[in-house]
Structure formats: structure tokens, C-alpha cells
């Protein structure tokens, strides 16, 4: 906002300049070129607002270092074997999805998965704020599936 407002205040000391000019020497020109000054200043912090807000597109996924200490959370769980498939979604501004395909260890129980499936819930919330829905599936690796 701070931003934002430094470039209405640019905008007017531009514009006045422009017509201090235009009244000093009698050309227009100088109100022209203010007003092309001013565009151009509103463009740069267009593309800058952009760039700062693209990161709160809903539907994005959670930037890649995020993700790895996620997928680390997950690991450090003891009846996960493997993390088969992570993904992320971003739902609004510090909102985040996390849907993971997890390969438990073959020895947990029915309850001790569910136990398991609560306390890495449990963690990624506490670890990460921002997680506000938390989905786990139960999946065997590919070498699991084929009985190896």
C-alpha cells in the first residue's frame, strides 16, 4: 500500500511538472511527455504487483522448498516407508492444501495407520500454519504392487 501510494504522489509531482513546464516555456509538448512519464510509471508497478502477487494464485502449487520440507515431515513419521506422490495447492493468501500418496509400512495395523494418518495431520499444521486441509492416502509403491 506504502507502494502504491509513493506512486499516486510520483504521479502528481510528474503531472505538475509537466504543466509547470508547459506553462514556463508555452509547449505543450511537456504536458505530453509527462502524461507518457506517468504511463509508464503505472505500467512498472502493474508488472511489480504482479510479480509479487502471482505467488497467490489460488490452484498454484507450494514453491518447491516448501514442498521438500513437507515431504520431510512426512518421512520423519515413523510408520511412513515412502512419500509415492506429494501434492500442494494453494486455496487463497496462506491458505495451503496438502494430498500426499504415502507408503506405510506393512506391519501397521488399520489403527495405527489412522493413528499415524492424525499425528502427520497434527505435525504439518503445527510445523506449517498455513495448512488448512490435509488429505493422506494409503498407497503401496510401485514394487509393492507387483509383489516384490
Known amino acids: 500500500m506504502l507502494f502504491e501510494d509513493s506512486a499516486a504522489l510520483a504521479g502528481l509531482v510528474i503531472a505538475a511538472l509537466g504543466l509547470l513546464g508547459a506553462q514556463l516555456t508555452g509547449n505543450p ?13 503505472l505500467l512498472a508497478i502493474a508488472l511489480n ?10 490452484g498454484q502449487a507450494a514453491p518447491r522448498g516448501m ?5 520431510a515431515t512426512l518421512l520423519a513419521q515413523p510408520e511412513v516407508e515412502d512419500v509415492v506422490e506429494l501434492l500442494t495447492m494453494m ?10 500418496k504415502i507408503d506405510f509400512r506393512d506391519e ?15 505435525r504439518l499444521r503445527e510445523r506449517y500454519p498455513g495448512i488448512v ?9 510401485r ?6
Open 67 to 71: 514442498e521438500t520440507r513437507i515431504r
Open 108 to 122: 501397521a495395523s488399520a489403527a495405527g495407520l489412522e493413528i499415524a494418518c492424525d499425528e502427520v495431520d497434527r
Open 91 to 100: 486455496l487463497g493468501p496462506g491458505r495451503l492444501l496438502v494430498a500426499a
Open 29 to 41: 509538448a511537456w504536458d505530453g511527455v509527462a502524461s507518457v512519464v506517468i504511463g509508464v510509471l
Open 133 to 141: 486441509q490435509v488429505f493422506l492416502d494409503p498407497t503401496p509403491t
Open 49 to 58: 504487483l504482479i510479480a509479487a502477487n502471482v505467488s497467490l494464485l489460488i
Open 143 to 148: 514394487a509393492d504392487r507387483r509383489g516384490e
